[in-house]
């Protein structure tokens, strides 16, 4: 039987995309989770991280610099024991991971096995593209509606400004499109401008409305503010369960995000945001999106 959490959720303070600061941050809003959710429901909390948690698993496995703006709740050094692990023919783990390694996601260690084990790693590309692919498919199996509804959104949004994008500079994005669906396969095939879809694809229709914003400002804050209704819409009908903190959360970092760029941070902490952005495709080098700021 699903839990039902009144107490906490009904002292959560109201939250906007507008806001310009937060009273509760989503790492304390973690602390403050985990005291109250059972065990398999903070799981789900920690599960809304794991993109990025395997974006910096790539860093490590490529022997990357660790980016500042990282999001994932798994630290740098877990990663390298975990490649450690791996590596060893007959691995002595002294810190107690091992049993944390053996719980992750089949995908990951698949994709680890294909750098280390050949004598010529495959492409970064490749295995982003991999990890990227596993991790969709593994959401979408996650017993939980919110979840896998979230997930199957951002990779649709995330194919759609591929292909946008792609096209924009009449490069193939085909090997690019996360996936195998009738979005992808009218993506692929559609020479029209719209690729076919118009208004009989909601998230089509509004995500190209914002990508025709000039301004890479207004992009980003706009495929946010798009998340941010998403969410409220998704989780109308959601009062006291989990789904509704998951939504709540998911805004939460959305708001975070927005915050830690602002003005008083300068330039650099924004700058290195929209670097991150550029090149959340996995585009090779020649691959380059580049955008006119207004």
């Known amino acids: 039987m699903a839990a039902h959490y009144y107490y906490f959720i009904a002292g959560l303070p109201s939250i906007s995309l507008d806001d310009s600061k ?135 949004i995330k194919n759609i400004l591929t292909a946008i994008n792609a096209r924009q500079h009449q490069l193939d994005f085909s090997a690019y499109l996360i996936g195998e669906d009738q979005l992808c396969e009218q993506l692929q095939l559609s020479h029209a401008t719209d690729f076919g879809l118009g208004k009989e694809s909601p998230v089509f229709d509004a995500i190209y409305r914002i990508w025709e914003q000039n301004n890479i400002l207004y992009r980003e804050r706009g495929y946010d503010h798009f998340k941010a209704k998403w969410i409220d819409d998704q989780n109308f009908f959601e009062y006291f369960n989990i789904d509704r903190i998951l939504g709540y959360y998911t805004k939460l970092r959305l708001i975070n995000r927005w915050i830690k760029a602002d003005e008083s941070r300068g330039k650099k902490v924004f700058t290195n945001t929209l670097d991150k952005l550029g090149k959340s495709f996995s585009f090779p080098e020649d691959f380059n999106i580049k955008i006119t700021q207004k």
């Open 22 to 156: 937060l009273s509760l941050g989503p790492r304390d809003f973690r602390v403050e989770a985990e005291k109250h959710l059972k065990n398999e429901d903070f799981a789900l909390i920690r599960l809304l991280h794991l993109e990025e948690d395997i974006l910096g698993f790539l860093k490590v496995l490529y022997q990357e610099p660790w980016a500042e703006s990282y999001e994932g709740l798994i630290s740098r050094e877990f990663w390298q024991e975990y490649i450690d692990f791996l590596s060893k023919e007959e691995p002595e783990i002294s810190s107690g991971n091992e049993k944390l390694f053996k719980k992750l996601p089949a995908f990951i260690e698949k994709a680890a096995r294909a750098v280390l084990e050949p004598e010529e790693p495959p492409a970064k590309a490749i295995i982003e593209y991999q990890l990227l692919l596993g991790f969709y498919q593994y959401a979408a199996k996650i017993p939980n509606d919110f979840i896998q509804k979230w997930f199957e959104l951002n990779r649709q």
